[in-house]
């Protein structure tokens, strides 16, 4: 079934089912309750720049890792979340993880736990966050934390900045072995 | 009226170059039989990845797809990254 809808919408009083074909409406359209579209939309135009094919938010579950050997951690789980918004092909993201113990462990810090897994690809149009700390030592020179996604990962590697060099490492033992420690970020990545 | 949750994981994904597993769990709550609000949990099985607390299901798919190549493979592309 096909068909064209010029300057009047008929009113559908019932649902309509067995339709197949396209439909082209020459006029606004205004939807009184949900849509659900199967497949993608266009938006602004017809080309593959214009199509949106998925949507969905959710959450995720943060973890605190290192790149040698992870440590063991006790977590405020009250305040250890995070949360997702895919958009297209884009995940934004949001998380916070938050401690009261941590033993052990070796290497770079990690946030572990991401709901997707990032494009393979060099492109930097989202592979890096902002972080914001409490209660971590900067042994390595650094003065702020940055996080970047890394290609086809599913974590986090954080690392401090410094003046005049490429950056420096922040390791696990930088991070607070008792007491409330805890860093909140936001970022984006491709999948 | 009687309201239930149920917990499902609806969707198993395997992507990229090394297979990684995603795993989206959906928690329903119906009313009288009927859905009323789903939310969404996600969560990546990687290859190096211990699968031990996951479901059956998705423990069937890491050994099928996480062989040893691809294992082998993934664990040279993390010691190829910069950080």
Same mark, same amino acid.
């Given at each position: 079934?096909?068909?064209?809808?010029?300057?009047?919408?008929?009113?559908?009083?019932?649902?309509?089912?067995?339709?197949?074909?396209?439909?082209?409406?020459?006029?606004?359209?205004?939807?009184?309750?949900?849509?659900?579209?199967?497949?993608?939309?266009?938006?602004?135009?017809?080309?593959?720049?214009?199509?949106?094919?998925?949507?969905?938010?959710?959450?995720?579950?943060?973890?605190?890792?290192?790149?040698?050997?992870?440590?063991?951690?006790?977590?405020?789980?009250?305040?250890?979340?995070?949360?997702?918004?895919?958009?297209?092909?884009?995940?934004?993201?949001?998380?916070?993880?938050?401690?009261?113990?941590?033993?052990?462990?070796?290497?770079?810090?990690?946030?572990?736990?991401?709901?997707?897994?990032?494009?393979?690809?060099?492109?930097?149009?989202?592979?890096?966050?902002?972080?914001?700390?409490?209660?971590?030592?900067?042994?390595?020179?650094?003065?702020?934390?940055?996080?970047?996604?890394?290609?086809?990962?599913?974590?986090?590697?954080?690392?401090?900045?410094?003046?005049?060099?490429?950056?420096?490492?922040?390791?696990?033992?930088?991070?607070?072995?008792?007491?409330?420690?805890?860093?909140?970020?936001?970022?984006?990545?491709?999948? | 009226?009687?309201?239930?949750?149920?917990? !499902?994981?609806?969707?198993?994904?395997?992507? *990229?170059?090394?297979?990684? %597993? /995603?795993?989206?769990? =959906?928690?329903?709550?119906?009313?009288?039989?009927?859905?009323?609000?789903?939310?969404?949990?996600?969560?990546? !099985?990687?290859?190096?990845?211990?699968?031990? *607390?996951?479901?059956?299901? %998705? /423990?069937?798919?890491? =050994?099928?797809?996480?062989?040893?190549?691809?294992?082998?493979?993934?664990?040279?592309?993390?010691?190829?990254?910069?950080?």
């Amino acid at each position: 079934m096909s068909g064209y809808i010029g300057s009047q919408i008929p009113s559908f009083v019932s649902d309509v089912t067995s339709a197949s074909g396209d439909f082209t409406i020459g006029s606004d359209l205004t939807v009184n309750s949900d849509a659900t579209v199967s497949g993608g939309i266009y938006l602004g135009g017809t080309g593959s720049a214009n199509y949106l094919d998925d949507y969905e938010e959710g959450t995720w579950t943060p973890t605190l890792l290192a790149s040698t050997t992870n440590p063991t951690v006790t977590y405020d789980t009250t305040f250890t979340n995070a949360s997702y918004r895919k958009v297209g092909n884009t995940v934004f993201f949001s998380f916070e993880v938050r401690t009261t113990a941590r033993s052990g462990g070796s290497g770079v810090v990690r946030i572990g736990g991401l709901p997707f897994t990032r494009i393979n690809d060099y492109n930097p149009d989202g592979d890096h966050l902002s972080i914001s700390p409490y209660n971590v030592t900067f042994t390595g020179s650094g003065t702020a934390l940055v996080g970047i996604v890394g290609q086809n990962n599913t974590y986090i590697n954080i690392a401090s900045v410094k003046s005049g060099s490429a950056g420096a490492d922040f390791v696990i033992t930088d991070w607070a072995s008792s007491g409330l420690a805890f860093v909140r970020g936001s970022g984006l990545f491709r999948v | 009226m009687a309201l239930t949750e149920e917990t !499902v994981q609806d969707k198993i994904e395997i992507v *990229g170059d090394f297979k990684h %597993v /995603q795993v989206r769990t =959906a928690t329903i709550i119906k009313r009288d039989g009927v859905e009323i609000s789903r939310t969404y949990h996600r969560h990546v !099985v990687a290859p190096d990845a211990t699968t031990t *607390g996951e479901s059956t299901e %998705v /423990q069937a798919v890491c =050994a099928a797809v996480h062989t040893q190549a691809v294992k082998d493979a993934y664990a040279a592309h993390l010691a190829a990254q910069e950080v």
